[in-house]
């Protein structure tokens, strides 16, 4: 809801942790709190090229309140699933699709890279990415002084899928807690945080 980054532009702040779901990839819908942009693709519920995501973008953008917190402060972003689409983990596709809207691996990630890319031309991220690509690494960190070390975590190109297959990614108890295998981060960036904590001279170290 709009309103809350005009509040958040009103206040003294040195800096903004966004830590996802900036945009989301659905359809027009009268109930919707946005009147979204039409898709290529209209009917399909979910953004699939990169002149989807483009427009996506550039549309949020146009919200008085958000460009009113982007002035007023730096931002650091990290992403969620809704940047590209509902609860997908890592080349997976949303559970709950079915028919033309359910995709192969391969194929989303063609989608995946769209979204990346609109990604990385519309936010404000330091981050080196190759156009096309649907690998992207944000994860990274920030020092300020000795006072606090922010980790900027990943979690969702890297991840395992949600355990159990049960619609909306909701299972049982049992599928998470008997999931030893399982990881939001992946093994790289799991180490990654590692050696940033123990390593870290700063007295307070953020999770963003």
């Known amino acids: 809801y709009y309103p809350a980054y005009a509040g958040l532009a009103g206040e003294d702040l040195d800096v903004v942790l966004h830590v996802g779901d900036y945009i989301y990839e659905y359809d027009p819908s009268a109930s919707a709190v946005r009147a979204h942009t039409t898709p290529e693709a209209p009917g399909l519920d979910q953004l699939r090229t990169l002149t989807d995501y483009r427009n996506r973008h550039a549309q949020y953008k146009t919200d008085p ?13 990290t992403w969620d699933d809704h940047e590209v689409e509902n609860n997908y983990a890592s080349d997976i596709d949303e559970v709950d699709d079915t028919g033309s809207r359910k995709q192969d691996p391969a194929t989303f990630l063609a989608q995946r890279a769209a979204a990346y890319q609109a990604y990385w031309e519309h936010m404000p991220i330091r981050a080196t990415y190759t156009v096309g690509s649907p690998d992207f690494l944000i994860y990274r960190r920030f020092d300020y ?6 980790n900027v975590l990943d979690t969702r190109q890297h991840r395992t899928d949600q355990p159990c297959g049960a619609p909306a990614d909701f299972g049982p108890v049992a599928c998470g807690t008997s999931n030893a295998s399982g ?3 992946g093994a790289t960036q799991e180490s990654w945080l590692g050696e940033g904590l123990t390593s870290s001279p700063a007295t307070w170290n953020v999770l963003a």
Not at 72 to 77: D, E, M
């Open 145 to 150: 002084g000795d006072l606090t070390r922010f």
């Open 65 to 77: 309140s958000l460009q009113a917190a982007h002035a007023a402060f730096p931002w650091i972003v």
């Open 183 to 185: 990881t939001l981060t």
